[in-house]
C-alpha cells in the first residue's frame, strides 16, 4: 500500500483560505475508505481535526473543513491565522480500522 | 481525559529488539477501544505500525508483520510493542495512540502521546 500523496507545503497570509489535496487511488482514498486529518506541531502530540472525512472534533475550530472527491481529499483551512502554522497529515484507513495509510505530509506556512 | 505516554530506550543497537511501553491514564485499557503504535522517521511522514485491543487481537501493517509485536498488560493500564531485527531505518519517533471507531466504519487516532525517539545504531 503506497502513502497518499500531498503537497509538500501550502502557504497563505492571515485571513485567506488554504486548501490541502490528499492523493491516493480508487483502492483507498477513492473508495469506501476514511480519511482523517491531524494537525502536528514539532515536538508535539498530533492532534486529531477531521474525521470521518468532514466532521470535527469538540474543540476544533470550524475554520477547518473537510471533503473528498474522487481520489483525492482535501482539509480547507479558511481564516488562516498564524497558529495554524504546522505539519498537516491526512490519514486514509480501512473499514473496520484494520489498515490504515498516511499522507506525505503538508508544511502549512502562514505568510 | 485520556492520556498515554511512550517510554522505552533512546538506542538500540542494530539486529536487536526495539521494546516500548505506552501507559494510558484516564480510561481502563480493560473497558475496550483498539490502540495504535505509529512512527516517524526523521524528516519524514508518519507510518502506522499496528493495533490491538484490550483481548489481544491485533491488525498489523503488512510491511512490519513479520517483526512487529503488540501486547497489553491490563493491571498495569499499558500498551507494548516489540520491534525485531531493527536496522537504520527503524530510527523514528514512535507514537501511541487510542484508535476510535465510527458507525459507518470509519477510524481514526485520538489522542496522541507525545511521542519516544529510538535511534538505531551501533
Known amino acids: 500500500q503506497s502513502v497518499l500523496t500531498q503537497p509538500a507545503s501550502v502557504s497563505g497570509s492571515p485571513g485567506q483560505s488554504i486548501t490541502i489535496s490528499c492523493t491516493g487511488t480508487s483502492s483507498d482514498v477513492g473508495s469506501s475508505y476514511f480519511v482523517s486529518w491531524y494537525q502536528h506541531y514539532p515536538a508535539k502530540a498530533p492532534k486529531l481535526m477531521i474525521y470521518e472525512g468532514n466532521k470535527r472534533p469538540s474543540g476544533v475550530s470550524n475554520r477547518f473543513s473537510g471533503s473528498k472527491s474522487g481520489n483525492t481529499a482535501s482539509l480547507t483551512i479558511s481564516g488562516l491565522q498564524a497558529e495554524d502554522e504546522a505539519d498537516y497529515y491526512c490519514?486514509?484507513?480501512?473499514?473496520?480500522?484494520?489498515?490504515?495509510?498516511f499522507g506525505t505530509g503538508t508544511k502549512v506556512t502562514v505568510l | 481525559q485520556v492520556q498515554l505516554q511512550e517510554s522505552g530506550p533512546g538506542l538500540v543497537k542494530p539486529s536487536e529488539t526495539l521494546s516500548l511501553t505506552c501507559a494510558v491514564s484516564?480510561?481502563?485499557?480493560?473497558?475496550?477501544?483498539?490502540w495504535g503504535w505509529i512512527r516517524q522517521p526523521p524528516g519524514k511522514g508518519l507510518e502506522w505500525i499496528g493495533n490491538?485491543?484490550?483481548?489481544?487481537?491485533?491488525d498489523y501493517n503488512p510491511s512490519l508483520k513479520s517483526r512487529v509485536t503488540m501486547s497489553v498488560d491490563t493491571s498495569k493500564n499499558q500498551l507494548s510493542l516489540k520491534l525485531n531485527s531493527v536496522t537504520a531505518a527503524d530510527t523514528a519517533l514512535y507514537y501511541c495512540?487510542?484508535?476510535?471507531?465510527?458507525?459507518?466504519?470509519?477510524?481514526?487516532?485520538?489522542?496522541w502521546g507525545q511521542g519516544t525517539l529510538v535511534t538505531v545504531s551501533s
Open positions: 495512540a487510542r484508535a476510535l471507531h465510527g458507525d459507518y466504519g470509519g477510524s481514526w487516532f485520538d489522542p
Open positions: 490519514c486514509s484507513s480501512a473499514i473496520g480500522g484494520s489498515f490504515y495509510v
Open positions: 484516564g480510561y481502563s485499557i480493560s473497558s475496550g477501544y483498539y
Open positions: 490491538i485491543i484490550h483481548s489481544g487481537s491485533t
